[in-house]
């Protein structure tokens, strides 16, 4: 398996705090990837980046932040959890055309 | 823009019995086409890709061009098939990004 770790793999918060999820690589890929998933919706990109400190807005975006100072690490931020964001997140790299991907355990969040 | 569509949530069969899981896309040019398997509770893997043409744990996809899609097949369903199924396709536009379908779980019984 690729090296891909996510922390924490488990999270229940409250609604309205900030959350950060990480995502750490050791596999020096150049793209990194934060999807949701959700029954009924697959999954969704939220945010990604194509190298140190350039990221983009993905298809859901609304409420999140990431940042990538580091090659290995790539943060996702929750600005004020809501329920909506009760969701599984997963961490995903690649670096080669076509783009396939190679995905992290997971992070079960849960906003209560 | 791209689209992927996999019209079943839940496929049910016996062991033993045929698969095809369906895909569907919408695509400007030629697309790459995956096939994503994930275990109960596990991280999403890899099962196949379209330009490699190989056979992985007896599953195949052909990609129909003129009927675009990409179903993914196996002769003989085994118990530990079951699992949530994905296809997948580069996002236009750049960004090296896939776009996923919604899934399709399948539950093989015994």
């Known amino acids: 398996d690729a090296g891909i770790t996510q922390s924490p793999r488990h999270k229940v918060t409250e609604t309205g705090t900030p959350v950060t999820l990480r995502c750490h690589q050791t596999?020096?890929?150049?793209?990194m990837y934060w999807y949701r998933q959700d029954p009924g919706h697959g999954l969704r990109l939220i945010h990604y980046?194509?190298?140190?400190?350039?990221?983009d807005k993905g298809e859901v975006s609304d409420g999140y932040s990431v940042s990538r100072s580091k090659t290995e690490d790539f943060l996702l931020t929750l600005e004020s959890a809501t329920s909506s964001q009760t969701s599984v997140y997963f961490c995903?790299?690649?670096?080669?055309?076509?783009?396939?991907?190679?995905f992290g355990q997971g992070t079960r969040l849960t906003v209560v | 823009a791209q689209r992927v569509t996999q019209p079943e949530k839940l496929l049910s069969v016996f062991k033993g019995a045929p698969v095809e899981l369906k895909c569907n896309y919408s695509?400007?040019?030629?697309?790459?086409l995956f096939w994503y398997v994930q275990y109960s509770r596990q991280r999403l893997q890899l099962l196949l890709r379209?330009?490699s043409r190989e056979s992985i744990k007896g599953f195949t996809a052909d990609l129909n061009k003129g009927e675009t899609s990409f179903h993914l097949k196996k002769p003989f369903a085994q118990e530990e098939d079951s699992a949530m199924y994905y296809c997948?396709?580069?996002?236009?536009?750049?960004?090296?990004?896939?776009?996923f379908g919604t899934g399709t779980q399948l539950k093989v019984e015994l």
């Open positions: 596999e020096n890929h150049r793209y």
């Open positions: 995903a790299i690649s670096e080669s055309w076509p783009p396939e991907a190679f």
């Open positions: 695509y400007s040019g030629s697309p790459e």
């Open positions: 980046s194509y190298g140190v400190k350039d990221t």
């Open positions: 379209h330009i």
């Open positions: 997948a396709l580069p996002s236009e536009g750049g960004g090296n990004k896939l776009t």
